[in-house]
């Protein structure tokens, strides 16, 4: 079973990783069960979840587009609160 | 008298009629169950050469409008009455992990191995379904956030959610907020946010919640 990787929507300040099963069988790749996903943003907490998480060369290719610095803040308090 | 080229290019030009590429309105009839293309040995099918786009479609059934068709400058389009308009499309279903971790102190909780969440995407919009249920609350402090969504909230306002949670512990019914361009939802109580001390003191909490926010 191999799990193949795909970066979607990636753009300066989020990535949706998508990560799904494959059985090979005769020289055709079939998709096992859903897909998986997990979003990051470019935060300083997103940026330290998708180093732990997201192989090589993925990884890299985040870090191309996301820059050497966050571009997302997340607030100590929700945006709509009053 | 015909001469033999004339013969031969008259049976050509009947051939081409069978296949029906020479004459605007001739056809390819093939049975039923019949292939255009086999998707055992191509790995791609072209219909091309379409100079309108307004006639380009391939129609569903024997009665006009059921068609997915190029219209309206090359759009693709479902053309019947059971319409699925391109802004529609892509359609995805899947599985996503939610996690519960505080603003203040992220923690590691504890969980039960019923948490999981699914999502449906279509288009640019991402519903979301989740249980999570932790035993213990791992150091957690500040507001709550649950994270691991599928996708990012879109950009601006108005793009995140505020999902309700159908069934709470002791602790109370929650809701969480989802800001755009985000990729967590703050967890929230009727007089505000909610916190890892409000968690109910014997560290038991589950909580099952739905929203839909846009995407980009």
Same mark, same amino acid.
């Given at each position: ?82 | 008298?015909?001469?033999?080229f004339l013969r031969l290019a008259r049976r050509v030009k009947e051939a081409e009629e069978a296949v029906g590429r020479y004459f605007s309105g001739g056809t390819i009839s093939v ?5 255009l ?5 191509? @790995? ?5 050469g379409?100079? =309108? +786009?307004?006639?380009?479609?391939? @129609? ?5 409008? =059921?068609?997915?068709?190029?219209? @309206? ?7 019947? $009455? ?39 995407? *279509? ?26 969504? +599928? ?7 108005? @793009?995140? *959610? ?7 512990? $002791? ?46």
């Amino acid at each position: 079973m191999e799990v193949k990787i795909t970066l979607d929507a990636l753009d300066v300040s989020s990535v949706s990783v998508r990560y799904q099963s494959f059985l090979e069988d005769g020289g055709i790749g079939c998709a096992v069960g859903e897909p998986h996903r997990r979003a990051f943003v470019n935060s300083e907490r997103g940026r330290s979840e998708i180093a732990a998480e997201l192989p090589e060369p993925y990884l890299s290719a985040v870090m191309a587009v996301w820059g050497d610095s966050a571009t997302v803040e997340e607030p100590d308090v929700p945006g709509g609160e009053v | 008298m015909d001469s033999g080229f004339l013969r031969l290019a008259r049976r050509v030009k009947e051939a081409e009629e069978a296949v029906g590429r020479y004459f605007s309105g001739g056809t390819i009839s093939v049975g039923n169950g019949a292939k255009l293309a086999d998707r055992n040995v191509g @790995n791609t099918m072209f219909l091309e050469g379409l100079q =309108n +786009p307004d006639s380009g479609y391939i @129609n569903f059934s024997r009665y006009s409008g =059921n068609a997915l068709g190029a219209v @309206n400058g090359g759009n693709l389009t479902w053309r019947g $009455s059971r319409v699925w308009d391109a802004a529609g499309l892509p359609y995805e279903t899947g599985t996503w992990t939610p996690y519960l971790y505080g603003a203040t102190t992220a923690g590691s909780p504890t969980y039960h191995s019923r948490t999981g969440g699914l999502y449906v995407r *279509i288009g640019s919009l991402c519903f979301i379904a989740l249980t999570i249920y932790i035993t213990a609350r791992g150091g957690m402090a500040g507001t709550l956030r649950i994270g691991g969504l +599928p996708f990012a909230a879109a950009g601006g306002p108005g @793009n995140g *959610i505020v999902g309700g949670a159908v069934h709470g512990h $002791s602790s109370g019914k929650v809701t969480g907020q989802l800001d755009g361009g985000l990729n967590y939802m703050s967890l929230q109580k009727e007089t505000g946010v909610f916190t890892a001390s409000d968690l109910p003191s014997d560290t038991f909490a589950i909580w099952g919640m739905s929203g839909v926010y846009k995407i980009n």
